[in-house]
Every structure is written in structure tokens, then in C-alpha cells.
């Protein structure tokens, strides 16, 4: 049992949970979507995110489904980062993006050399 993928995951998992969840319900979302120029993509971005935090609780009982959570999460991060860069946000928003990638990646590489310790992996 690896304490720190552990613990990682499910930071990620209720970090997302809640921030998938803000996203469908609160006008504070609605107005961040539409500063980045992204207004339409909110409730899909949410949808996904909570649908991610899902499998990374799966993920403790089917490994796969937290490693497809992991690294959706890490490329949906990629793109924020890239979001908050176009709009020239400040540099807090930019580092909130860039921890939830490098959190995620962590997950995704300790699920990869699970795999690999078990034969599994690439």
C-alpha cells in the first residue's frame, strides 16, 4: 500500500469533486467560464471533473479507472494552464492549475509503475 499515491488521489478526488460541483451550480463559475472566453464548455467541464473525481474513488478498488481519471484530469489541467496564460491571468490562477497537474501526474505515474510491478504496464 503506497500512503502518498493514496493520499494524492484522494485530495485530487475531493478537490475535483467540489470544483466539477461549483462549476454546475454557482454564478461565480458561470462568471470565470465567461472571463476565460469559455462560457459554453462550464457544465461539460464539470460534468467531466466529477465524473474524474468518480473514477479516482474507484480507482482504490480498480486501479484502471483511477489512472484514466488521472490522466484526464492532467490533460484537462494542461489546457487551464494554457487558458490561464492566453488571458494573461494572474499568477495564483496559473499556480492553482499547475499544482492540480503535477498532483494528478503523481497519481498517474504511481498507478503506471503499479502496473509495471505487476506486469501490466508499458
Given amino acids: ?5 493514496e493520499t494524492a488521489q484522494a485530495i485530487s478526488a475531493f478537490s475535483f469533486l467540489a470544483y466539477g460541483a461549483g462549476c454546475l451550480v454557482t454564478g461565480a463559475m ?10 459554453g464548455l462550464r457544465v461539460v467541464t464539470g460534468t467531466l471533473q466529477i465524473a474524474a473525481a468518480f473514477g479516482l474513488f474507484a480507482g482504490y478498488i480498480y486501479p484502471l479507472c483511477a489512472l484514466a481519471a488521472a490522466t484526464g484530469l492532467s490533460l484537462m489541467m494542461i489546457v487551464a ?4 496564460l492566453k488571458i494573461k491571468d494572474p499568477l495564483t490562477g496559473f499556480l492553482q492549475a499547475l499544482a492540480c497537474f503535477l498532483l ?3 497519481v498517474v505515474y504511481g498507478y503506471l509503475a503499479r ?3 505487476f506486469g501490466l504496464g508499458p
Avoid: C, D, H, Q
Avoid at 500500500?1 to 499515491?5: E, H, P, T, V
Avoid at 458561470?30 to 462560457?39: D, H, N, S, T, W
Fill in 30 to 39: 458561470k462568471v470565470e467560464f465567461a472571463r476565460y472566453g469559455l462560457p
Fill in 81 to 84: 494552464i494554457g487558458v490561464r
Fill in 1 to 5: 500500500m503506497n500512503y502518498f499515491l
Fill in 115 to 117: 502496473l509495471r510491478l
Fill in 104 to 106: 494528478n501526474a503523481v
